[in-house]
């Protein structure tokens, strides 16, 4: 499985940003997005499981980003609203088993789209 993260960039606060995963190999997985802030943990982010029908959110990004995905297309997207400057991260796409927020619950990790949010 290979997980191709792209979409992020420099944005401003309030603003919106769409990231998107693209998945080759076995795709019936959870899928979900981490993100690293420079000196932090990676932290989990948003997660949606096989069939689409559950998702998870982290507290600080619920009601902000959603998560989707089209499994026709093998592909995750990430829609993120309402950009906060706290929001500047590595975002990381990853693939499990489980819909669980611990990073060692995911087998595969793509290579991460930086996305900055000015004030």
């Known amino acids: 499985v290979q997980l191709q993260a792209s979409g992020g960039g420099l944005v401003q606060a309030g603003a919106s940003l769409r990231l998107s995963c693209a998945v080759s190999?076995?795709?019936?997985?959870?899928m979900g997005w981490f993100r690293q802030a420079p000196g932090k943990e990676r932290e989990f982010v948003g997660g949606i499981n096989a069939d689409g029908g559950r998702t998870r959110y982290a507290d600080s990004v619920k009601g902000r980003f959603t998560i989707a995905r089209d499994n026709a297309k093998n592909t995750v997207q990430l829609q993120m609203r309402s950009l906060k400057p706290d929001d500047t991260a590595v975002y990381y796409c990853?693939?499990?088993?489980?819909?669980?927020?611990?990073?060692?619950?995911?087998?595969?990790w793509g290579q991460g789209t930086l996305v900055t949010v000015s004030s």
């Open positions: 190999g076995r795709t019936i997985y959870t």
């Open positions: 990853v693939a499990g088993v489980f819909l669980r927020t611990d990073p060692g619950a995911y087998t595969y």
